[in-house]
């Protein structure tokens, strides 16, 4: 071949293999990318699914705390305290998605679908398109409602992540619990053969173990289905346990509760619980006047003693019963034993019946949950007795200190605000010897080592100082007392 031929068909053969070079490097590229789209594109969808089934999660969330948060505004006939979370929905009885009037027994948890008619909610599902399941613990369910219900009342229920941690700390028990079910794991029928169906929005049955997973996951034993031994187990979409949550705990509904302008306020005529001490200590002026020698205030006024700070029921009004010789202790229910000096007729207090209309059914509701919170102390000089000067006539008074200045008492009532650092305030609500109950100081707080509300009441006998002072990190009581002519008085 001549060499000119030779170099154009050499030419054209590179020419050529360049071309089916850039081809399939262009194949390469486009395969790359065709990859890197499905991929983002995968990505993009799971993570607008895992978004849906947060949005659905968070929305119930807030609008259980919200429910608690409000419970007694929306349930006041009668009265009613915050802090009660509704029944699920747990087979329809009282219409699909809608809280059953009563579940199980009292202090007992329970499990059923979220009730978001009752929530006021639309219809929410997680991004497998099931209906979220929701379980709350037999503390803080509404009906039947648990003996105190306080910022004190724990939740029942542990929370642990897949791999065993225990995702909330000791003191801050799980209260309630929001599931995401994920699609149908092997074994569980989500079917509904009756007919009408039991829930025709939602679809499928009323089997929590259809829907919800358990088992054995890094030794802790689980039942999230039933809640066996209070520990429910986080999983993740397309895992081998797929209940997706969120979980409330008993913090999240009090600082909810806290943070209400009438919690807030200082206002005895706003705030309950200031009211409440308010109420308490203006039955022990009613006390006073209820003596045999006359029906308003004469020369042998008198005072019932307290109770102990140790009860075997603190549910029980009846615990709450005046102890002779005691001058500082809880506020009084029952008051026969101081009774017999003075003449007084009155068997108990703190309700309607003894104190008058100023004890409302409103401020008894909020006695019968928070009288556990409520401590008292006596002047030596109005002891029961059937005559004698009261009026600190023989200094043997209380003093209250504010600062700048101190007030002569006759009585003091005192409210322990939310616990503060270093104390213990016990959940359980029997047992005499609950310590963390039977220690003033896990509730009254002293200004200095030694000096205080909390020092004041052992070996009390009548003459003690007392103190109202501003809340701080370390001091926040609230006090009202009685003055020498049984006024009474609130800071």
Request: net charge negative; proline share 6%; with cysteine.
């Amino acid at each position: 071949m001549p060499a000119k031929h030779t170099a154009n068909y050499l030419y054209g053969r590179g020419k050529q293999g360049g071309a089916a070079l850039l081809v399939i490097l262009l194949l390469l590229i486009v395969g790359i990318a065709a990859i890197l789209i499905n991929s983002l594109s995968t990505s993009s969808i799971k993570n607008s699914r895992q978004t849906n089934t947060d949005a659905a999660l968070a929305q119930a969330k807030d609008a259980l705390i919200g429910y608690a948060a409000t419970y007694g505004d929306t349930h006041n006939s009668p009265p009613q305290v915050h802090g009660y979370l509704p029944c699920p929905d747990s087979d329809a009885s009282n219409g699909e998605g809608s809280s059953n009037l009563t579940c199980d027994s009292q202090d007992v948890s329970v499990i059923g679908r979220l009730p978001w008619k009752t929530l006021g909610l639309p219809v929410l599902r997680d991004s497998d398109g099931e209906c979220l399941w929701y379980a709350v613990s037999g503390t803080y369910k509404n009906n039947p409602k648990t003996g105190l219900m306080n910022w004190n009342t724990d939740g029942q229920l542990q929370a642990y992540a897949a791999d065993g941690t225990l995702l909330t700390p000791a003191g801050n028990q799980v209260v309630a619990v929001i599931f995401a079910p994920g699609a149908a794991q092997s074994g569980q029928d989500r079917s509904d053969p009756s007919t009408p169906p039991v829930a025709p929005v939602c679809g499928g049955n009323y089997t929590a173990s259809n829907y919800l997973d358990g088992g054995t996951v890094n030794s802790i034993t689980f039942n999230n289905a039933s809640l066996s031994a209070g520990k429910i187990i986080q999983g993740s979409r397309g895992g081998g346990i797929n209940d997706q949550m969120v979980f409330i705990t008993k913090q999240d509904i009090w600082n909810a509760i806290q943070k209400r302008t009438d919690f807030q306020s200082t206002d005895p005529a706003i705030n309950p619980l200031r009211k409440l001490t308010q109420q308490v200590a203006t039955c022990l002026r009613h006390y006073a006047y209820q003596n045999s020698v006359c029906s308003t205030r004469c020369p042998n006024d008198t005072l019932p003693w307290a109770g102990t700070l140790s009860l075997s029921d603190y549910t029980a009004n009846t615990q709450y019963n005046d102890t002779s010789g005691i001058y500082a202790g809880r506020a009084p229910y029952l008051v026969g034993t101081s009774n017999g000096p003075p003449g007084n007729s009155l068997a108990t207090l703190m309700n309607p019946a003894s104190c008058g209309a100023a004890w409302t059914a409103t401020v008894d509701a909020w006695w019968n949950n928070w009288k556990d919170q409520l401590f008292y102390a006596l002047a030596g000089d109005y002891q029961p007795a059937s005559n004698g000067s009261h009026h600190c006539a023989y200094a043997a008074c209380l003093a209250v200190k504010v600062p700048g200045y101190t007030y002569t008492a006759a009585a003091v009532v005192m409210f322990a605000n939310s616990g503060l650092a270093g104390q213990t305030r016990a959940s359980d609500t029997t047992g005499a010897s609950s310590m963390p109950r039977g220690t003033v100081s896990n509730y009254l707080e002293d200004i200095s080592s030694g000096v205080g509300n909390a020092s004041s009441f052992p070996g009390a006998n009548g003459n003690e100082y007392y103190y109202g002072y501003p809340a701080s990190s370390t001091f926040n009581d609230v006090l009202c007392y009685l003055d020498p002519s049984l006024v009474v008085h609130c800071l």
